[in-house]
């Protein structure tokens, strides 16, 4: 994605679309599945983890990044297309391997609505899938 369309994301979420955002940015819209701080770290050689944090801080606080519990080593961070920033529009399912430890995105399956009791506000959803992903089985076979 160009510099120009990861600005314009960013304005329409009413982030300011600095130098280390951009990066960040670039990297979460490129990247194939949720990636680690940690990840991002690695890829980034030009921003420090601490940058890196912020960076990704602000796009949770304006609904640009899911932050994902993956109940493995942490927390993930995937790009989120929502088309406001004010709340996510785009939920889907995510599927954790507990082999190779990655976690993917299931975009073709959506978050089912839950009916909470009385007094109770959701706040976010995460639905995370456990299992073995294909590449994983087709290895052990």
Do not use: W
Not at 20 to 35: G, H, K, Q, W, Y
Not at 90 to 97: G, P, Q, S
Not at 104 to 131: H, R, T, W
């Amino acid at each position: 994605m160009d510099v120009s369309k990861i600005e314009e994301i960013l304005q329409g979420h009413g982030i300011k679309p600095t130098s280390n955002r951009i990066v960040v940015l670039r990297e979460l819209t490129s990247a194939e599945r949720p990636m680690s701080l940690t990840e991002l770290e690695y890829k980034i050689l030009s921003i420090d983890k601490s940058g890196i944090f912020r960076a990704l801080s602000v796009f949770k606080e304006h609904h640009l990044v899911h932050v994902l519990e993956d109940g493995g080593d942490g927390v993930r961070y995937e790009f989120c297309r929502s088309h406001s920033d004010d709340a996510d529009d785009d939920l889907h399912a995510h599927f954790y391997c507990e082999r190779c430890r990655q976690t993917f995105c299931l975009e073709d399956i959506a978050v089912p609505q839950v009916e909470l009791p009385g007094g109770y506000e959701a706040v976010s959803v995460n639905y995370m899938i456990k299992g073995i992903c294909p590449e994983c089985a087709r290895k052990h076979r």
